[in-house]
């Protein structure tokens, strides 16, 4: 099955989003770390779990996607919903898989390992929000 342009192109969007959130909280942390370098520590291992944090992010949302398209050339609505089921099953696995990962193994710090795994949904969030603004505005002019 071939991934379409649609599934690519909003990876692709969510991709680069996070990845400016995660240079963002990157900074932060660097910052943080500065005013209390007891409580806040930036090495490598922030490095490392925001950019794991980021590509299982977004990998999920890929995913998410890919299924989403297996499932609308499905004739069976019933096997059409325990695809998606299964799927976001197996999504929460490999998210919870690498929280538990973030959080055991020495060589990730837990924060910045999961604090990306919120991003791909809040730019989801935002996004409706502005379009749902434009529409009301739109909306709103058509009426004068």
Not at 40 to 55: A, E, K, N
Not at 71 to 92: D, F, G, H, I
């Amino acid at each position: 099955m071939r991934v379409q342009e649609t599934v690519k192109k909003e990876s692709l969007q969510i991709a680069v989003q996070s990845g400016i959130a995660t240079l963002i909280m990157w900074i932060c942390i660097f910052i943080l770390h500065h005013f209390i370098p007891e409580k806040v520590s930036f090495d490598y291992r922030v490095i490392l779990s925001g950019l794991l944090g980021t590509v299982v992010a977004v990998m999920n949302f890929l995913l998410m996607g890919i299924t989403v398209q297996s499932v609308l050339s499905v004739e069976n609505q019933e096997e059409a919903y325990q695809r998606m089921r299964l799927s976001y099953r197996k999504r929460t696995m490999l998210q919870l898989g690498w929280i538990i990962l973030a959080i055991v193994a020495p060589c990730f710090q837990a924060v910045p390992g999961i604090i990306p795994l919120l991003f791909p949904g809040a730019f989801l969030r935002i996004r409706g929000i502005v379009e749902w603004k434009k529409g009301k505005k739109q909306k709103q002019g058509g009426e004068n």
